[in-house]
């Protein structure tokens, strides 16, 4: 299963997950500019469990570079695909939970995530010689609190059948389950050269985690941030699912913006799944559209057993973009 992307639409820009990305990117191009001494960086910088618990191993390295290598372990990458199925995950999932926690909370509970990570990997091979690099168990963490705050939610995901892409969305609690039970299942088997344990153990800790980051006070700098980092817009394409009660010939919706798009205007485009069928239709939210306004779609409602069609009627929902969890959900189309 490749996750594409999830329909939660967070309020605020990552910039701290966008700056984890960056960071992740910028030290892979230091890896690739080490040459021949590339083992002798990853051996320092990445997590040696012997370099911690076998003392002629941990004679070799300073102090520094002993406390160093729980953090730096986490960004480096054993090759392009390995940084980029990471960090990839990273893009789904981390910008709603840094929405969630807000950026300087989001930061501690993503690096200690990583850290816990290669603790619970060095409880599981405490004596072995080989370097774990890589942020998956930091990205686990990320997981699991995603799957926390956002089960609901839905990832577009494409499940190849041979040679034929099936793109499905699956909700995330399915789909997080399903990983996290791989995760078991590999970790079981022992084999690999993975780090399965340290993906359970960053899992397991970004659930217990989450409460506690919840709790833990906002620094000063929280409210200026989110304010700096607010999204003027929404997503330009939101799937509506309307209802239609009864005998009623209509159909019923709500459609999500924001303050800056109901002053200014806005073109959207939704996707409206109903029965069997997919509809992608351009709506025009007019300029000082207010809260429980309704757009008309002529003829996209029901059709009746006589023939005649019934409308759509969209709701505005105006987003208090300083308080309000988005719901709204997105999906991206591939062409």
Known sequence: MIPLRDTAQSINYPIVNTAIIGLNVLVYLVQLSQGSGLDRFIYTYGLVPARYTIPEVSSYFTIGQQLLAPV???????????????????????????????????LIFYLLSGIASGLFHMLSDTHSMVPTIGASGAVAGVMGAYFITHPNSKILTL????????????????????????????AAG????????AHIGGFIFGILFLKVALRMPAT???????????????????????????????????????????????HKLVNIPWAFHKRLIRVTVPAGISTGNSLKLKGLGKQM???????????IRIRDQRTEPQRTELQKIRR
């Open 159 to 186: 499940i190849p059948i041979i040679f034929i892409p099936w793109f499905v969305e699956i909700p995330a609690f399915i789909f997080i389950g399903i990983w996290f039970a791989m995760q078991l299942l590999n």
């Open 305 to 315: 057993p006589d023939g005649r069609k019934g409308d759509l009627y969209l709701k």
């Open 190 to 197: 022992g084999g690999g050269g993975i780090a399965w344990w």
């Open 72 to 106: 730096s372990f986490m960004f480096l990458h054993g090759g392009f695909f390995h940084l980029l199925g990471n960090m990839w995950s990273l893009y789904i999932f981390g910008d709603n939970v840094e929405d969630r926690l807000g950026p300087l909370r989001y």
């Open 220 to 266: 000063g700098l929280s409210n200026p941030l989110k304010r700096a980092t607010t999204k003027k817009r929404s997503h330009r394409l939101q799937v509506i699912r309307p209802t239609g009660p009864g005998d009623d010939p209509h159909l019923y919706g709500t459609l999500a913006i924001t303050r800056t798009e109901a002053f200014q205007g806005s």
